[in-house]
């Protein structure tokens, strides 16, 4: 009978180890249904395909974009006249249309705020926090560094996980740079496109995929920024804490590519060129899956203050303008 009794109980334990084992692996292969906000920028679309062609050559599996909401600058002419053509391509490639936020949160896990315009960000993001949602939000992730805090401040209270970086953050040999590939990284140049949107604050609009980069290699604890600026170029200088000096040249002329060099004590390293989206689209899977943000909120803040203090320092002709002023001045309370 004892015999029995243990024979029925080692079954017992076989089958709730293997029940066990299967739900691990569904929730492992689970596919996350994503909903995008915004389709005003090339980014949306090529998001999407990623995630949900699987024959596509940088597919990225885990996710499937279900649902967008079209709706996304109001006014800036670049972002609302692609809108209509990128509503028909997401309808043909089998995504439902919805005509609102809240229509949107109801079918998904988690969303991309692709919305090229920075400044309704705060707007948009609001729900998506309510309702608990993990969110990627593109760059610029606001129109104001004001702004940028304030979305951080309440996704905090609201314990909703936030995720914001430009693609370059994974150019090529980026990551490698700060992860030792060149020992202690001991300063970086960088340089990127920096076409200008008056609505915006100069480097927000597209400088940042270049500063991105700077601060991907170079780290945070810059304390210093001063910015010398023509019609067709920028030159900003961020000296951090520990000495080190980082530039990045914005370019509005000529070649504008996406590049750079770093400097450690073991070598000297070209990172670039762009390595497309598939490496952030990898880490924005990761993220929706973990909740765990790859880019820490202070660390992209400061990328904000970094161009914003730049603004500040064109605005003064040149002169040096603190980081941490300007990050005060935008309300931030260490």
């Given at each position: 009978m004892k015999r029995l009794v243990k024979l029925n109980s080692l079954l017992m334990l076989a089958l709730i180890s293997c029940f066990a084992s299967a739900d691990a692996q569904e929730k492992e292969t689970k596919i996350l249904r994503i909903g995008i906000i915004g389709l005003d920028t090339s980014h949306a679309p090529a998001f999407a395909k990623v995630l949900n062609d699987s024959s596509h050559a940088s597919h990225v599996p885990g996710c499937k974009v279900?649902?967008?909401?079209?709706?996304?600058?109001?006014?800036?002419?670049?972002?609302?006249?692609?809108?209509?053509?990128?509503?028909?391509?997401?309808?043909?490639?089998?995504?439902?249309?919805?005509?609102?936020?809240?229509?949107?949160?109801?079918?998904?896990?988690?969303?991309?705020?692709?919305?090229?315009?920075?400044?309704?960000?705060?707007?948009?993001?609001?729900?998506?926090?309510?309702?608990?949602?993990?969110?990627?939000?593109?760059?610029?992730?606001?129109?104001?560094?004001?702004?940028a805090?304030?979305?951080?401040?309440?996704?905090?209270?609201?314990?909703?996980?936030?995720?914001?970086?430009?693609?370059?953050?994974?150019?090529k040999f980026g990551q490698e740079v700060r992860d030792g590939l060149i020992g202690e990284v001991t300063g970086a140049d960088t340089y990127s496109p920096a076409s200008l949107e008056a609505t915006h604050p100069d480097l927000f609009w597209y400088g940042i995929h270049g500063v991105e980069a700077l601060f991907t290699v170079m780290g945070p604890g810059c304390?210093?920024?001063t910015r010398v600026t023509s019609k067709d170029y920028d030159l900003v200088v961020g000296k951090w804490k520990d000495g080190r000096i980082g530039t990045f040249r914005g370019l509005r002329a000529g070649s504008r590519g996406y590049g750079g060099t770093a400097f450690g004590t073991k070598g000297t390293k070209v990172i670039g060129p762009y390595a497309g989206y598939a490496p952030l689209v990898a880490e924005i899977v990761t993220f929706f899956q973990t909740g765990k943000a790859p880019v820490s909120k202070e660390e992209t803040l400061e990328i904000y203050a970094f161009m914003e203090a730049a603004d500040e320092s064109k605005r003064q002709g040149g002169k040096p303008v603190s980081v941490q002023e300007v990050m005060q001045k935008a309300g931030w309370k260490e």
């Amino acid at each position: 009978m004892k015999r029995l009794v243990k024979l029925n109980s080692l079954l017992m334990l076989a089958l709730i180890s293997c029940f066990a084992s299967a739900d691990a692996q569904e929730k492992e292969t689970k596919i996350l249904r994503i909903g995008i906000i915004g389709l005003d920028t090339s980014h949306a679309p090529a998001f999407a395909k990623v995630l949900n062609d699987s024959s596509h050559a940088s597919h990225v599996p885990g996710c499937k974009v279900v649902a967008a909401y079209p709706k996304g600058s109001p006014d800036i002419e670049s972002s609302t006249s692609r809108v209509a053509g990128y509503t028909k391509l997401f309808e043909e490639m089998g995504i439902e249309i919805v005509d609102s936020i809240p229509a949107l949160l109801l079918k998904v896990d988690a969303v991309l705020l692709e919305t090229n315009d920075g400044r309704p960000h705060l707007e948009q993001v609001r729900p998506v926090l309510k309702a608990g949602k993990p969110v990627f939000i593109d760059k610029p992730i606001a129109g104001s560094l004001s702004d940028a805090i304030t979305i951080f401040a309440e996704a905090e209270e609201l314990g909703v996980p936030v995720f914001s970086a430009s693609s370059l953050r994974y150019i090529k040999f980026g990551q490698e740079v700060r992860d030792g590939l060149i020992g202690e990284v001991t300063g970086a140049d960088t340089y990127s496109p920096a076409s200008l949107e008056a609505t915006h604050p100069d480097l927000f609009w597209y400088g940042i995929h270049g500063v991105e980069a700077l601060f991907t290699v170079m780290g945070p604890g810059c304390e210093e920024v001063t910015r010398v600026t023509s019609k067709d170029y920028d030159l900003v200088v961020g000296k951090w804490k520990d000495g080190r000096i980082g530039t990045f040249r914005g370019l509005r002329a000529g070649s504008r590519g996406y590049g750079g060099t770093a400097f450690g004590t073991k070598g000297t390293k070209v990172i670039g060129p762009y390595a497309g989206y598939a490496p952030l689209v990898a880490e924005i899977v990761t993220f929706f899956q973990t909740g765990k943000a790859p880019v820490s909120k202070e660390e992209t803040l400061e990328i904000y203050a970094f161009m914003e203090a730049a603004d500040e320092s064109k605005r003064q002709g040149g002169k040096p303008v603190s980081v941490q002023e300007v990050m005060q001045k935008a309300g931030w309370k260490e």
